[in-house]
């Protein structure tokens, strides 16, 4: 088996609560090493929205998914509510570092809710979640907003002062104090972003499905040797760029659901007991708009 990266930090969720601008703007310092692809899926059982895994632990390959210097960062995002994380993470790097990013944990779910049905995930995971009532059933998408139950299995394994929690409202109106705060978290010295390179990114309304022409390119590239083809996609993650989000190998989503009053109700009375629980482990209150 390849050495097995010693991982300095952990990007955990929550899923659209603005992680992929987190790892695309962090990805700039010449110190931090982001994934690569972003979210690795290797660690946690959660692997994406649909899909658990409960077999062994393999990282053999693991080392691929980062290419070079630096403090290295796993921003596989569903781990955060994955109930084995924390002890796989914890018997293996037990001195690693976490950023947590958290929003209104309703407009999370709904995010997310979109998501899925404008790529047809739930299709392929063998659902329907056309209605919001029955997605919100599913606890592949309601874990996910479950923020204090899953802090707490975390705490378990790790120190409080392990986690660095960032509200996505911070995010937006602080935004270079959010970075500072993260490279103080971490270890790294601080650095001036280029926040242009990610404006507007991964909106909902700027959401592209892959054409045609898109799979075309994409599998072609696949012909090209695996570290040239991780040396390019590393460096357009550093400019922002998706060239398979661009319009002419991708087309725009539907997307711009909504939930009505009474499903917002629903949703928000589940989840008292758990805003709660995220208040005592954090002081966080309020994040339910």
């Known amino acids: ?19 992929s601008w987190l790892a695309d703007v962090l990805s700039q310092h010449p110190e931090i090493c982001i994934s690569n692809p972003k979210e690795p899926d290797i660690v946690a059982t959660h692997k994406g929205t649909f899909v658990r895994d409960d077999s062994s632990l393999d990282l053999s390959e ?8 630096g403090v290295k960062v796993d921003c596989s995002v569903h781990a955060f509510s994955c109930p084995t994380a924390p002890s796989r993470i914890n018997k293996i790097w037990p001195d690693a570092k976490f950023i947590v990013s958290l929003r209104d944990p309703i407009e999370r779910a709904v ?7 404008d790529y047809s995930d739930d299709k392929k995971a063998g659902v329907d979640w056309s209605e919001f009532s029955t997605a919100w059933a599913d606890p592949r998408l309601r874990c996910d907003s479950l923020y204090g139950e899953s802090l707490k299995n975390w705490l378990t394994f790790f120190p409080i002062d392990s986690f ?38 991964n909106l909902a309304s700027q959401r592209r499905t892959i054409n045609f022409l898109g799979k075309c390119i994409r599998n072609s590239a696949k012909a090209t ?17 998706n060239i398979y989000k661009t319009k002419f190998l991708s087309t725009r989503t539907s997307g711009g659901r909504i939930i009505t009053d009474s499903e917002r109700d629903m949703a928000k009375q589940s989840l008292v007991e758990d805003q709660y ?3 005592e482990l954090t002081g966080l209150n309020n994040l339910i708009q």
Not at 111 to 117: D, G, I, P, Y
Request: charged share 25%; net charge positive; hydrophobic share 40%.
């Open 62 to 69: 693991y080392g691929d998914f980062f290419q070079g210097e």
């Open 277 to 279: 629980l995220l208040e």
């Open 1 to 19: 088996m390849k050495d097995v990266p010693i991982i300095g930090s952990f990007l955990l969720g929550a899923p659209k609560c603005g992680t």
């Open 111 to 117: 995010s997310q809710w979109n998501h899925a049905l």
């Open 225 to 241: 040797p695996r570290v040239l083809r991780e040396r390019i996609a590393s460096q357009l993650q550093r400019r922002g760029i």
């Open 164 to 201: 660095l929690i960032i509200e996505t409202k911070v995010m937006r109106n602080l935004p270079h104090q959010v970075l500072k705060d993260i490279c103080n978290h971490i270890g790294v010295s601080e650095y001036r972003f280029n926040l242009d390179l990610v404006k507007g990114h």
